[in-house]
């Protein structure tokens, strides 16, 4: 109740600290976003202890942080799926920053409704349909 809203965690950032620390994360995870980097990078990035920065991340982003980059990720998987067709799902999974296929299609599935080779070749069906 009362006691947790008057924590450290919800007093206000006067000095925009926090939202500095988590500019500096997110202009990290848009450079390094198909690269390997975990939680605890972010928070060094930001300066700011890894349980601050996951706090201070989902104020400023209204998610948490694997949230927010699988999201960036398989919007990326979509602008590969649809202009590099001689890649393969695999060969993209890799390429935007996942490190295992199964957890790439069913992130994809959660995000998009639909397995991404599935977002391909309705991609491609509509490409076939404009030409």
């Known amino acids: 109740g009362a006691r947790a809203l008057a924590s450290d965690a919800y007093l206000p ?9 988590v500019n500096k994360a997110l202009a990290y995870i848009n450079d390094s976003l198909t690269e390997d980097f975990t939680e605890s990078d972010l928070a060094a990035t930001a300066a700011m202890t890894p349980s601050a920065f996951s706090r ?8 948490g942080v694997v949230e927010y980059v ?3 990720r398989i919007n990326l998987a979509c602008q590969m799926l ?4 001689d890649k393969t799902v695999t060969d993209i999974c890799y390429a935007v920053g996942f490190n295992n296929l199964s957890n790439f299609n069913r992130q994809f599935l959660r995000r998009k409704g639909m397995p991404p080779s599935r ?9 076939a349909l404009a030409a």
């Open 82 to 85: 649809m202009n590099e067709p």
């Open 13 to 21: 950032d006067p000095s925009g600290f926090m939202t500095a620390g």
């Open 70 to 72: 699988n999201r960036l």
């Open 119 to 127: 977002f391909r070749a309705l991609h491609e069906d509509n490409r």
């Open 56 to 63: 201070s991340f989902r104020r400023h982003t209204g998610m």
